[in-house]
């Protein structure tokens, strides 16, 4: 795996997310909306929506194509799936919808990607067949342990469900494994290491031990293979199977799951899923369940901690800052502005009426790009990039500026230069 990261414990700058979120604008709670479903203010949007954008991209390179299926689901949906005997304490109160009809909402979106690949017959030809979705879960958490974006009671969940052969299951569990690597390349994150999730003692899991060593044996040879070294995990394990969770820890050193990859025998079973085989038999697929980021409010969480608000150039709310000298430079800043939203980059002027030049440096000291325009640059279309840091460089013609600024944006680089 050309990209892996290795694990190693990340430098938590001394921040917490939940105040940094609110002293940015990013997001906030109200008492009438609820404990633990939080609202994103419009830089807190532009965030999210580009940490959604990037991850759709990588997957659609990986060969994944993108669903949607509804929030609910009947209340056999999950008893089919094993969710209402193993995971009900986690889910909201059904739904009563009438005589004999209950709906709930979904704690999980491998139900409905499994009914989704059983929706026509599959050949063999098609696999693996790589389903992704960005969707929306919902989990009854106590109000006691909510906090911030780490533990919400609706969830945007990164999953996506490979459905593949046998022979096929441990390339797929390696890929999905390099995708995280190439996400948190990215994202400037550094997992804290790698745990192979299993079953404990208890009622919890699926009782077919069988299949809990066939997936387990799978994960144990795509981590020897890529080097990686892992701890195991007792009693960690996902209800029907074990899996690879990828940790981070936060400001004040505690750990959680950014990103999974699960083996599945059990599901398949379930829902009687089947493909044809060459032999023009029907065969059981293997299900990779997988998510990248796993959930948004958790990974925009670690990143405004991990980075401080100073979010790599592609994620932050203003990639450029535009600072005019004085009035007289106020309709180049905005025509520079305009130039910007041509090529996708995000910038805000920041005039003579919010403050003295060095007041305005600092209330954009968080903008990966800043530019003073004065009179000469006003007059002869240049611009000298000041990096967030402090690092300056040479005056160079607008457009050339602008466009490698727009190469970097679009190659979600990490250095600012």
Known sequence: MSDRITPAAPSSPAVDHRRLGRELGLFDTDPLIGSGLPYWLPDGAVVRQSLEDFVRALERRAGYRHVYSPVLGKRELYELSGHWAHYREDMFPPLEMGPGEELVLRPSLCPHHALLFRSRSRSYR??????????????????????????????????????????????????????????????????????????????????RPELWERAAAILVRVLAELGVPYEEG??????????????????????????????????????????????????????????????????????IERHGGAFPAWLAPVQLAVLPLGPEQADAAAALASRCLELDLRAEVLGAERGSLGARVRAARLAPYQVVLGPREAADGTLSLRLRGGRRLGPRPAGEVLSDLAERVRAHAVELW
């Open 126 to 207: 098609e696999l693996p067949l790589r389903m992704a979705e960005l969707g929306d879960m919902y989990r009854s958490e106590r109000s006691g342990v909510l906090g911030g974006l780490t533990r919400v009671r609706a969830i945007r969940l990164n999953d996506a469900h490979v459905f593949c052969t046998l022979e096929q299951a441990a390339a797929e569990v390696r890929g999905a494994l390099e995708l995280i690597a190439a996400a948190y390349r990215a994202m400037g994150v550094v997992p804290s290491r790698y745990r192979l999730s299993l079953p404990g003692p208890g009622g919890k899991y699926v009782a």
């Open 234 to 303: 007792v009693g960690e394990a996902a209800f029907y199977g074990p899996k690879i969770d990828v940790q981070v820890v936060d400001a004040a050193g505690q750990e959680s799951t950014l990103s999974t990859v699960q083996v599945d025998f059990h599901q398949p079973e379930r829902f009687d899923l089947h493909y044809v085989g060459a032999d023009g038999a029907r065969h059981r697929p293997v299900m990779v369940h997988r998510s990248v980021v796993g959930s948004v409010e958790r990974a925009v969480a670690h990143l």
